[in-house]
T-cell receptor, first 113, second 113 residues
Framework: LAKTTQPISMDSYEGQEVNITCSHN???????ITWYQQFPSQGPRFIIQ???TKVTNEVASLFIPADRKSSTLSLPRVSLSDTAVYYC??????????????FGKGTTLSVSS | DAGVIQSPRHEVTEMGQEVTLRCKPI?????LFWYRQTMMRGLELLIY????????DSGMPEDRFSAKMPNASFSTLKIQPSEPRDSAVYFC???????????FGSGTRLTVV
C-alpha cells in the first residue's frame, strides 16, 4: 500500500481558504486518493475522492497533479466547525484482498475566530 | 438509513473479563471493517470482511482478539481476556467498496481497569 505524508497540524482563521497537501510518492496505477474528516468523539467521515486532475463537491475540492505523487485538499472559507482531523489515504478500488484503507496520523486543523 | 450501528457506546470492564463489541453495517454494504483508535497509535485496522468472510486479520493484536460475521447484518469483536492496554475507541465501518466511501459507526469507548 502506498504510504502518505501530511502535515501534523495547521492553523487557520474563519473565512480563509485552507489547503492541506499530502504526499504519496509510491502511489500505484490503480490507487485512488481519498480524504476523510474526523471530529472528536466521532468516526471518520468521507469527504472526497479522486484519481487525477480536479474533483469538487459541496464540501471541498481535491487537486491532483499529473504525476499523482501528491494531492491537495482545499476547504473554501473555513468556519470554526471545520476544526477536525483530516486524513489522506490511497487505496486500490479493485477489491482485492489486503486493500482496505490504512489511516495515518492525519492533519489536525484548528480554525480560530 | 440508520447508518452503521455499534453497541455499546461505552464499556467499562475489569481486567480479565470478556468484552464483546457489536456492529450492524449498512444494508447492502459488502465490506465491514473494525478499527481501533488511541492517541498513541491513531486509527489501526484490525480486521475486515468481504461478504461475511474475513479477508485480512493481520491487524488483530493477539489471540485474545477475535471477530466474527455470522451474517450480512451483524459482526462482533471479542476480547478475552481484556487488559488495560486494550482501552481505546473501537470503530466499525462498512462500505460497498474496499477503498471508497467508508461509513463509520459512532464507536465503542472501551475502558479496561
Amino acid at each position: 500500500l502506498a504510504k502518505t505524508t501530511q502535515p501534523i497540524s495547521m492553523d487557520s482563521y474563519e473565512g480563509q481558504e485552507v489547503n492541506i497537501t499530502c504526499s504519496h510518492n509510491n502511489i500505484a496505477t490503480n490507487d485512488y486518493i481519498t480524504w476523510y474528516q474526523q471530529f472528536p468523539s466521532q468516526g471518520p467521515r468521507f469527504i472526497i475522492q479522486g484519481y487525477k486532475t480536479k474533483v469538487t463537491n459541496e464540501v471541498a475540492s481535491l487537486f491532483i497533479p499529473a504525476d499523482r505523487k501528491s494531492s491537495t485538499l482545499s476547504l473554501p472559507r473555513v468556519s470554526l466547525s471545520d476544526t477536525a482531523v483530516y486524513y489522506c489515504l490511497v487505496g486500490d478500488r479493485r477489491g482485492q484482498a489486503g486493500t482496505a484503507l490504512i489511516f495515518g496520523k492525519g492533519t489536525t486543523l484548528s480554525v480560530s475566530s | 438509513d440508520a447508518g452503521v450501528i455499534q453497541s455499546p457506546r461505552h464499556e467499562v470492564t475489569e481486567m480479565g473479563q470478556e468484552v464483546t463489541l457489536r456492529c450492524k453495517p449498512i444494508s447492502g454494504h459488502d465490506y465491514l471493517f473494525w478499527y481501533r483508535q488511541t492517541m498513541m497509535r491513531g486509527l489501526e485496522l484490525l480486521i475486515y470482511f468481504n461478504n461475511n468472510v474475513p479477508i485480512d486479520d493481520s491487524g488483530m493484536p493477539e489471540d485474545r482478539f477475535s471477530a466474527k460475521m455470522p451474517n450480512a447484518s451483524f459482526s462482533t469483536l471479542k476480547i478475552q481476556p481484556s487488559e488495560p492496554r486494550d482501552s481505546a475507541v473501537y470503530f466499525c465501518a462498512s462500505s460497498r467498496d474496499s477503498a471508497y466511501g467508508y461509513t463509520f459507526g459512532s464507536g465503542t469507548r472501551l475502558t479496561v481497569v
